[in-house]
């Protein structure tokens, strides 16, 4: 079977998605919709209701019931369920990454990379609830024993951004339901149409009506009744650093259960005696995938001063063979901007650059060509000398543009890495495991990969230190995330302690 998928359908044929809640297809109570264009081209691909606040408390209910039904179904049963999310998901594969690929503009190969994430969250969460062990613990008086069980959270308002709709759908409905939660899903407004079909998917795969609702629609509405509803009891948030904010603030009032991950400024340390070749296309894949618009992009690099000058030399060299286009094109090594807003303050942190004395080694504007006027592209760019009090140092450049920081020394990289709000990913490049270990441990940030570019893996904890946020997903903290730990004290009879007064 194949889901009918809309493609781009131009303006003069729109088709209405809908939104999926408690296992049906339903528009929004106030009949409203909004559009979702294609980057790459700028045409309309579909139009998906603009949900409400009525809409979200519809799909907080549904989600509260099924919490009964599926919080109580044995861990194997939610396990086999998984299991055939992921299979349904993998037959579909191609399907949702070209919808994928038509509304967040990212090549077709890194959609399909994304929508197999997603499954392999769901198979890596599937195989872990079947092998849980627990421990019974003596009381230290010896009056009896105590047990640590966990219950499920609750109802979880997973709240998405535009850059990684799908597999970051996954670290957190995988660990969720795997641990017995439900959930309802708001995508980001330029990126609904994936989560939708793969919500609708999961029902097909034996998830109870209810157990995941997506309401699709702005972050100021159907956002903030998510993080207010009294009946969501934790957030799962994936985002910039400034909602991250508003969503603590707003999540206080009720004592939510919080997870956030938030934005980065990725430092990459090459050393002298670095596999120099393997680390530049490290720096091209780390910077340039997604267009630069990865949470964990490369988004600084530090070239210790011995190396620098063959480095960068072979790093345009790379960097200009680097094929900008369509994403739906196989040809095409890197799509456009994923919106013209984005694209502008690329551009901006750019010109700020340049302002401060940084020259343009490579690239630094849209690039010229007639197929791609109507999309927001910008040429991979790479900038030399940049100021360390240049936007593009200090904040997230979420695109096409790494700024190239020469050091003396591997000390020196290091104290510029952390010279940062941030603190999510970060990468050091070194043929001496000893110093790589010891910089990994002095970086401040959620994760080091050690002579490769970022990638996350559904067995390795991620998140980060700093404003990047706080809390783990994937591996088997990601788990840990969705359960409350609960304590049962047992005594036995005649072994414990008089309760009378005076005491
Ligand atoms: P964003 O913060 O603008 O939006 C994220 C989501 O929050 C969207 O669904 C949006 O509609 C919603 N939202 C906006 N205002 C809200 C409000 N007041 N209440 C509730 N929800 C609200 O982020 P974005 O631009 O979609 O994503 C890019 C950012 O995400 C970057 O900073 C990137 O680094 C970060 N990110 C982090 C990770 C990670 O794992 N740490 C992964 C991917 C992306």
């Not at 000893?434 to 910089?439: F, P, Q, V």
Request: glycine share 10%.
């Amino acid at each position: 079977m194949r889901i009918s998928l809309i493609h781009e359908r131009g303006a003069l044929s729109p088709f209405l998605m809908k939104m999926f809640v408690d296992g049906a297809w339903v528009e929004s109570e106030s009949g409203e919709s909004f559009e979702v264009f294609n980057p790459a081209t700028g045409n309309r691909i579909d139009t998906v209701p603009k949900g409400t606040r009525e809409d979200v408390k519809r799909a907080a209910d549904a989600a509260a019931r099924c919490y009964r039904k599926w919080s109580e179904t044995p861990a194997i049963e939610r396990s086999r369920v998984l299991f055939r999310v992921s299979q349904l998901v993998r037959d579909h594969a191609d399907g949702l990454a070209e919808l994928l690929t038509s509304e967040q503009g990212k090549p077709l190969n890194e959609s399909k990379g994304e929508v197999n994430s997603f499954a392999n969250s769901c198979e890596y969460y599937a195989g872990l609830i079947g092998r849980e062990r627990g421990a019974h613990t003596p009381l230290s008086t010896g009056e009896g024993f105590f047990i640590v069980t966990r219950r499920p959270i609750g109802v979880v308002g997973a709240i998405l951004p535009w850059n990684f709709p799908v597999s970051l759908l996954g670290w957190k409905a995988a660990p969720g339901l795997a641990a017995g939660n439900t959930f309802v899903v708001k995508p980001a407004s330029t990126t609904p149409l994936t989560d939708v079909k793969l919500v609708s998917i999961l029902g097909k795969a034996g998830l109870p009506d209810g157990a995941v609702n997506v309401v699709t629609g702005p972050g100021g509405v159907v956002g903030e009744e998510i993080l207010g509803n009294p009946k969501i009891n934790k957030i799962a948030f994936t985002g910039e650093t400034a909602t991250g904010r508003r969503v603590m603030e707003v999540s206080a009032r009720l004592i939510k259960r919080v997870t956030l991950e938030l934005g980065g400024s990725d430092p990459m340390i090459v050393c002298d005696d670095a596999d120099i070749d393997l680390a530049v296309e490290g720096a091209a894949w780390g910077r340039f995938r997604n267009c630069g618009q990865s949470c964990t992009s490369v988004k600084r690099l530090f070239l210790v001063d011995a190396i620098a000058d063959a480095f960068v030399k072979k790093l345009v060299r790379k960097t200009k063979t680097i094929r900008v286009g369509d994403g739906a094109d196989p040809q095409t090594h890197m799509g456009p901007v994923h919106t013209g807003a984005q694209r502008e303050r690329v551009e901006e942190m750019v010109e700020d650059a340049k302002d401060r004395g940084a020259e343009v080694l490579t690239g630094g504007k849209r690039p010229r060509g007639k197929e791609l006027k109507r999309g927001y592209f910008y040429e991979p760019t790479l900038l030399s000398g940049v100021d360390y009090k240049a936007k593009m140092a200090r904040e997230e450049c979420f695109g096409p543009a790494l700024p190239i920081f020469v050091v003396k020394d591997l000390e020196e990289a290091i104290e510029r890495a952390n010279d940062t709000i941030y603190g999510l990913g970060s990468s050091i490049w070194t043929k001496d495991i000893e110093k790589a270990y010891d910089a990994a441990e002095k970086i401040q940030a959620g994760t080091t990969w050690v002579n490769s570019p970022p990638i996350a893996r559904a067995e390795v904890p991620f998140g980060g230190f700093k404003q990047s946020g706080f809390g783990r997903e994937l591996g088997v903290e990601g788990l840990e995330h969705y359960y409350e730990p609960k304590s049962i004290q047992v005594y036995e009879y005649g072994k414990g302690k008089k309760w009378s007064f005076p005491i």
